[in-house]
């Protein structure tokens, strides 16, 4: 039988810790999977052929996904804020405007959208709720502000 001096973290000195769930984190990771999904997938469908993300604004949808990514395993609030922030802001600006310019370009005839367009905005959509919805969270108590010691 051991003593109970012995073991245990008491005995080791070391202290249990909780995961603290922020909100809107869970999301951003799910926006983070649908744009780097949709980045290459097919952009537009035409009849002479499908355009890929990839070949277009894709890779950079697939950068800002990367970056998305990071902010949400980011313990510090501001930079995962800022991160969020900059994965909706490319996730809905890059192919809205690849959509404007092929409006510009020969109309809505004669082309479609693929599902990765689809994807890749909604997938931006996604991250700027998420991103406010860790704005508005109260930041949990247990866990330590940037720049305290």
Sequence with gaps: ??????????????TR?????????????????????GSFMVWVDTPVGS???????????????MFGLAGAIVPIRRLALVQGAVLAVVAVGLPLWQVTRIVGLVGFGGWMPGPGLVLVIGGGVLAAV????????????????????
């Design 1 to 14: 039988m051991s003593s109970p001096s012995s073991s245990g973290p008491a005995a080791t000195g070391a």
């Design 17 to 37: 810790t909780t995961r603290v769930s922020i909100p809107g984190r869970r999301q951003l990771v799910g926006a983070v999977a649908m744009v780097a999904l």
């Design 51 to 65: 355009v890929l993300g990839h070949q277009g604004p894709g890779l950079w949808t697939f950068y800002a996904a």
């Design 130 to 149: 998420a991103t406010a919805r860790m704005a508005r969270s109260p930041w949990p108590v247990g866990q330590r502000r940037p720049g305290s010691r």
